[in-house]
Structure formats: C-alpha cells, structure tokens
C-alpha cells in the first residue's frame, strides 16, 4: 500500500489536476490543535501517542470494534493502545479511517505495509526509530496558517508564528449560548469588565473581539444543533440576561438568537468569517461522557436542519452588514437545499464535508451537489476539524477526489482540463488564502 500516483485518481485528466495541486500550501482555518504544543513544539517519540492521544476518530473505530476503554482513553501503554488499535484496522477497509491510518503510516514514517495484529510489532519498531516533533509536520505539509478553536476568555498566549507558520486563534463563543455565572466571571476577568447587565456582556464580547484581532484572528465558529426559531430584540435580551439561570428552553433559544445576530454583524465589522456548524447532538452517551469527558467521540449527526431556520437568520441580516459566512451541516440530507440558499443571500457559501460526513463519498457528494446547486469555484476547500498534529494527510486525501470529480467533467467533455485546474488551485488554495488575508 504505497498510496502512489494512481490512489482515488481514475484518469489520466484527474492525475494531472493533482499535479496542478498537490504542492500548494495548506491553509487549516478550522481545528482543535493544540496551540501550546506548536509553541513548545512537542516531541511524538511514540507513534501511539502520536495517533491515539487525542483523535478521537480513531477512537470511535476503537470502540465499534469491541476494544475496551481502558486500551482508547484508559491508562494503558502507548504500545497496548497501538496493537489493539492494529489489530481492528483489517475491517475498517472503506472507512476513511482505514485511508488516514495508511497515508500517515505511508507520508509520516515511509511504511507502505498493511497494519494489521500480524504486522503491528515491526511497524511499531521501524516508526518509532524515526523522532517526529510538530515543526517537523507542520514543515511536511506545508502548513501555512493554523487556526485553532478558542473561547473568548482564553488568554492566546501561545499564538503566533512559528517556522513558516502562523498560528492564529478562532473565536468560539459557544459557552455563552446558556451563560452561567461562573463563566461570566471568568469571561469579565478576561475582558477587564465586571458583568452584570447585558450590556456588560456586550462591552466585555467587543473588548475582546478586538484583543483577538491583535493576536491575528480572522475566523469565528459557532456549533449548534439548531438555528433559533426565535430572535430576542435588545429590549427582551436585557430582561432575559437578567433572569439568567431560569430561563425556559424557549427563552433559551431566543436569547441565543439576539447574540449570534448581535455577533453577526461584529465580525462583519472586523472582516471576520463566520462558520456556522449544525445538526449536531453533543455527548449523546451520558454515562461515557461522565467518564471520558467532551470531544471523546460521543456526539451524533442530528435530524436536517430547517431550511427555514437558515433562512431567518440570513434574512434578518442584510447582506452589506453580513460577514463571510460558511456553512457547515452534520447532517447533509438536505445539502441541495442549503446550497440553493447561498444562492439568495450575498456572502454565503457551503463548507467542507464535515466531520462523519469527510469520506470518500461524503466529500463526494459534496463537491457534486455544490457544483449543481452553488458555485464550486467559490469554495474555501479542505481543513482538519483534527486535534491530530498527523491529519494533515487529510488535505491529501480531499485534494485526490477533488481532482478525480473535475478529472470526470473534463473527461465527460464538459470542462477543459485548463480550467479544472485553475478551479482546483482556487478550492484547493486561492480562495480561503483571499478570504484571510494572507
């Protein structure tokens, strides 16, 4: 498995558009990496702290398999962790797992060998003999900008460049969506604003906006489950802040309303983007979240979102006060639909395949329906969502099947090759590059 010239590229056309991409620079504008790790560029002297510290994709694939939790996020050696990861690796075959695992092994340590329990001691061996550290990844892949995911209390000490790379903050304000007071304090603490009232918040939220503009931030995310089905105008937003910590799941829904429309046009205002990620049930298996914590691979696609959900909040910002906004859906039934969307609205663009939907034919199906739908030329292309420091394979791996879908219009005598590659350096680069600023 030496995942060479031939891998997921199904005609000659698809295999030069991968030329015409395979070198560009990696752009990575949303992930979970660890920004203190890239400051004091850590060391991976073990492969199996390496792929099973953190990843919580390989996690899941643990878990469906039968391995016991004690060999996933217990307290097991990296070397018990790596053979019984090995060893469930033979019937993840279509599974991008499966295809992750191999182009690390392949890109990282230069083995082209299955895994499986048979070879799982000889390619321990060989990988480990090979010191890996971040800068020396970040440097592989090209990494040119990194923007990890933080709270707005967060002190973005460790941002900032390294080596070739920028490392640059994300706001992510989701804490606030049912502020509790212990976060406000901390939040205010951070902010150098005492809250008590909305507009406090408010105060506090804008100081600092901008403090994470000086650290480089271009990006915002929210993750949600849904769009509010009602928006709180400032007078109701007063009265339901200051009845915090009873409110209704209705009033809930509109005070999370008023704040993502009032941050909306904030990030508009400091040219940010604004990535929206829905359709997403968190911690879905309660005694496991109890034991493993957030982000340990417990949260689920969600029904479709509403169209019309969407469609409210679009339409409650005009589009010269709107930010850059990318959407971004967990559950991609009605993909056809919020691609149209874009087409309504100014500044609006569908994301990547997100999460369980970046497989092959996830990201496929994708490509495809914005194609039809939207404008592939306008798309920001591949990021990581990874808090593994070797995903970056990643981009890899979306740039071979973008190729192969325009390889099969080009092929199918509607595109030529020419422009298939110009569009496939904008998707692949250009585009999110322009966006940011770099």
Known sequence: MTFGTQYLLHSDSARRIYEGIEGLPVIDYH??????????????????????????YKWRAMRMCGVEERLITGD??????????????????????????????????????????????????????????VASLLKQFRVQFVATTDDPADDLAA????????????????????????????????????IQTLDDLLEALTHRLDFFLTKGCRVSDHSFLRFP??????????????KRGALSAQEQDAFFGFLLEWL???????????????????NCNTRMY??????????????????????????????EERPETVLYTLSDGNLPALAAATGA???????????????????????????????????????????????????????RILADELGALVGEGRCDLSTAISLAQRVSYYNIKEALGL
Not at 32 to 55: C, M, P, R, T, V
Not at 229 to 242: G, P
Not at 264 to 282: D, I, P
Not at 355 to 366: E, S
């Open 31 to 56: 992930c979970h990496l660890d920004q203190n790790k890239i400051a004091s560029n850590a060391q991976f002297s073990d492969i199996g702290e390496l792929w099973l510290a953190g990843d919580h």
């Open 290 to 319: 109890a034991r493993c914590g957030a982000d340990a691979g417990f949260d689920l696609p969600a029904s479709e979102q509403s169209v019309e959900g969407l469609v409210r909040f679009l339409d409650r910002i005009a589009d």
């Open 76 to 133: 097991a050696p990296w070397r018990e962790k790596f053979m019984a990861y090995a060893a469930v690796m033979p019937r993840l075959a279509g599974n991008p797992v499966y295809d992750w695992t191999h182009l690390e092994l392949a890109r990282v340590y230069g083995i082209g060998e299955p895994l499986s329990a048979k070879t799982a001691q000889d390619i321990y061996e060989r990988a480990n003999q090979k010191s890996v550290d």
């Open 345 to 399: 609205f100014r500044r609006v663009r569908m994301g990547a395949a997100w999460w369980f939907n970046d497989t092959v034919q996830g990201i496929r199906k994708n490509l495809r329906t914005i194609m039809e739908y939207a404008a592939l030329g306008t798309h920001f292309g591949m990021l990581t969502d990874s808090r593994s420091f070797s995903s970056y394979v990643r981009f890899e791996f979306f740039r």
């Open 264 to 282: 909306a046009r904030e990030y508009a205002k400091r040219g940010m983007l604004m990535q929206l990620h829905f359709s997403v049930m968190r």
């Open 159 to 194: 941002h900032g460049r390294y080596g070739d790379t920028v490392v640059a903050p994300t706001f992510r304000p989701d804490k606030l969506y049912v502020p509790d007071e212990a976060y406000l304090a901390k939040l205010g603490a951070a902010a150098g604003v005492r």
């Open 229 to 242: 089905a009602r928006y709180a105008d400032a007078r109701e937003a007063k009265a339901l802040f200051a």
